[in-house]
């Protein structure tokens, strides 16, 4: 069983940058891979971001590999998003997700986290 907790999200004024959070519980956190995704209002989820459980592979939605980074650290149990040169658009709750391999498929993740609002003012 792993629990996760996001946090970081807030309003930012387009061009800034954020760095969200997702702090997990549970002695397996190693094994599993981690991703980000968002939901804006009445869109669909979309993926973000996801990193193999090793740290040593990180996928990308082409709309956001310029901007985002995804990145691990086990030690800490913690995943992170770093947000650069965000836009109105991004605008969204974003969740982070554990699962067995880092895909872009939501259906393919275990566990999910509560969420953090992302507000981007133009």
């Known amino acids: 069983q792993v629990q996760l907790v996001e946090s970081g999200g807030g309003l930012v004024q387009a061009g800034g940058s954020l760095r969200l959070s997702c702090a997990a519980s549970g002695r397996t956190f190693g094994s599993y891979a981690m991703s980000w995704f968002r939901q804006a209002p009445g869109k669909e989820r979309e993926f973000v971001a996801a990193?193999?459980?090793?740290?040593?592979?990180?996928y990308y939605a082409d709309s956001m590999k310029a901007r985002f980074t995804i990145s691990r650290d086990g030690a800490k149990n913690t995943v992170y998003l770093q947000m650069n040169s965000l836009k109105p658009e991004d605008t969204a709750v974003y969740y982070c997700?554990?699962?067995?391999?880092?895909?872009?498929?939501?259906?393919?993740?275990?566990?999910w986290g509560q969420g953090t609002q992302v507000t981007v003012s133009s």
């Open positions: 997700a554990a699962g067995r391999r880092p895909t872009d498929r939501g259906t393919d993740y275990n566990y």
């Open positions: 990193i193999s459980w090793s740290g040593g592979s990180t």
